[in-house]
């Protein structure tokens, strides 16, 4: 029974691989299932992958791991912007404060990645690209305590939960790559 779960597992990621997008099944694209299957969700890992098309070209999990990164820090910048945008119309209220909070931990975020996880990671250091990774995960949960500071709905709570899911995904990447 376990084994016939496992194999409908598998020939459900690989269907959710080849619907996303993702060439014909070939050795890369296995490659890209075995690796998100390696995760705590393949289907996410599989969905955030999509976001760039150079992962259905990614021959190792290295190159999985730096598509992935470099998609959490495009997150970053992208929802550093739509931040700014909104809060320009804001200043002065509360929402233009708990949106002022939301930029400052999506700068910081952003300069976590692309400043020092991504040297780290081009070098090999792939424990410490990791910790940052994930501690710009937390970006999004930070603006949404501020908005629940002021006791209003955030208007950016999709894009909260996206840096999540992607800095999530990345995290896990590079942490395959860990001791090898």
Known sequence: MASTLRSLAIVLIVLAAVSFGFPAINADATLLVKTCKKTTNALLCLAVL????????????????NVALQIASNTADHNAEVIHNLAKDVQGTPEGGALNICLGAYVDAANDLEIDARPGFDGGNYVGARNLVLGAKGAGGRCEVAFKGIKKKSPVTNIDQQMTERCGVAGELIGLLIHK
């Open 50 to 65: 999509h976001v760039d098309p150079k992962s259905a070209y990614a021959t190792t999990e290295h190159d999985l791991a």
